[in-house]
């Protein structure tokens, strides 16, 4: 199958799945502030680094579709820093700086922390 063809499969997929999850963290923690896209963006750095690791250094011979199916398509299409970008921007139009700021120094900390753990994990 075509790999681009798998990528759009897989980003549909995963849009579908980002929408299903952010939507009960919303739920369960309002929106004050922009949990859904923190976790959405927590888990997907966290299986982005454990299946790197799975499909490229362990399993390398699986091939390209399947990576990019998983890798490109369904966690593209998982993650969300389009939708982080713009949260983090309207909170600081709406003079929620100390939120904005509290909004990238946890995204980027905890997805980098969390792409590593992904990645220890996978080498296990």
Do not use: H, K
């Not at 929408?19 to 739920?27: E, P």
């Not at 799975?54 to 998982?78: K, T, V, Y």
Request: with cysteine; proline share 1%; hydrophobic share 50%.
């Amino acid at each position: 199958m075509n790999n681009v063809l798998l990528i759009g499969i897989g980003s549909g997929i995963g849009g579908i799945f980002r929408y299903l999850l952010s939507s009960i963290v919303y739920q369960y923690f309002g929106r004050t502030f922009p949990y859904g896209t923190l976790i959405v963006n927590a888990v997907g750095c966290l299986v982005m680094g454990f299946l790197f690791v799975i499909l490229l250094e362990r399993f390398d011979g699986i091939g390209s579709q399947l990576r990019a199916f998983l890798l490109i398509g369904f966690l593209g299409g998982f993650t969300t820093f389009s939708s982080f970008s713009i949260e983090t921007l309207n909170l600081f139009e709406n003079g929620q700086q100390l939120f904005a700021f509290l909004n990238i120094m946890v995204s980027v900390i905890l997805c980098l922390s969390l792409t590593w753990l992904g990645m220890l994990l996978g080498r296990q």
